[in-house]
């Protein structure tokens, strides 16, 4: 359900294939994953592989990547199946700015119905992260109904 309502906007910032996005704690690992952020990903014109993709990172860790620059491309093509990421480019983030990122609202109640409605919509999803994830995401968007 993320990828077809993020999808639009992660597409202007270059993000044909949102699971670049939504996935990345999978793609490049939770240590890394916790001080990086994919920003643009832009393909050579009429190319949907080779793609230079953009990540921000906080403070000397942008130098540090750009050593791991094989293993984090080879980890994205790997996850993707296909050569879709060629190059690596970093931002430095400014020093603490990853820390900085807003903490997680949290969880809105839900009236009893409206709990078992979403309940029942993830129970057949076996991955308890995933179903996490759509939880959160389906209390947002029913909250977000309500006005």
Do not use: C
């Amino acid at each position: 359900m993320l990828p077809r309502v993020a999808g639009p906007a992660l597409r202007r910032r270059g993000f044909t294939e949102a699971r670049v996005v939504t996935d990345w704690v999978d793609i490049i690992g939770a240590d890394l994953a916790r001080e990086t952020i994919p920003e643009r990903l832009s393909f050579p014109r009429g190319s949907e592989s080779g793609g230079t993709l953009r990540i921000r990172a906080a403070g000397p860790l942008a130098l540090e990547l750009q050593h791991l620059e094989p293993l984090v491309i080879e980890r994205i093509n790997r996850y993707f199946g296909y050569g879709a990421v060629a190059k690596l480019t970093f931002v430095q983030a400014a020093p603490g700015y990853m820390s900085r990122r807003p903490k997680p609202s949290p969880p809105v109640a839900l009236s009893p119905d409206e709990a078992k409605r979403l309940g029942t919509a993830l129970a057949d999803i076996e991955s308890e992260s995933l179903r996490a994830a759509l939880s959160r995401l389906g209390r947002a968007v029913i909250v977000g109904q309500r006005s």
